[in-house]
């Protein structure tokens, strides 16, 4: 039986100056990308698609190391990322693995919004037999939970910063 567990993280900067330039903003995909992102794990693949290196992860004996190919979408004045493809390095043993990303962010009235859902399935790895499916899933939940605890993070800090440096090489200058 596969082990399922699943993600979902809301964001709301509000009051981000100047909000009018935040849609044009968002439609720079390549450096938004970047911003939400450590760039030493990104990769352009061409326009609009990356390969993500994500950091190391351990789950109870098991290290691995996700390989996420990503692609960005622009639909009704939101910025979209969904994951294509993921390859998993470090548990050679699994059999299946999936996992699916969809995210997005848009200019609101009060700022920026957002929201991101992370979700894994997986065949359960013979090193982890012993182990309850429910704690197992229960682990995996909490850190899939804390990845994009790190990402909201890094959003809330590093993309404000990154928008009003987009906006000084616009020419204008952020409140």
């Not at 996420?68 to 994951?83: I, K, P, Y």
């Not at 939940?141 to 994009?148: A, E, K, Q």
């Amino acid at each position: 039986m596969p082990l399922a567990f699943n993600a979902r993280q809301q964001l709301s900067l509000p009051c981000i100056e100047p909000a009018g330039l935040l849609p044009a903003y968002l439609d720079d995909d390549a450096r938004v990308v970047e911003a939400l992102l450590n760039s030493n794990q990104l990769e352009c693949l061409g326009p609009g698609r990356y390969r993500y290196t994500v950091t190391r992860v351990q789950l109870f004996q098991l290290q691995v190391q996700p390989i996420v190919e990503l692609q960005t979408h622009h639909r009704q004045g939101r910025l979209e990322l969904e994951a294509l493809d993921c390859q998993l390095e470090g548990l050679g043993l699994v059999d299946d693995f999936e996992l699916q990303l969809h995210s997005w962010l848009q200019a609101g009235p009060s700022g920026l919004e957002g929201e991101a859902e992370l979700a894994v399935q997986v065949s359960q790895p013979a090193l982890l037999k012993l182990i309850p499916a429910p704690v197992i899933e229960a682990t995996g939940r909490s850190l899939l939970g804390g990845i994009l605890l790190g990402i909201r993070r890094r959003v809330s800090h590093q993309l404000e910063g990154d928008f009003h440096a987009w906006c000084r090489s616009q020419g204008v200058t952020p409140h």
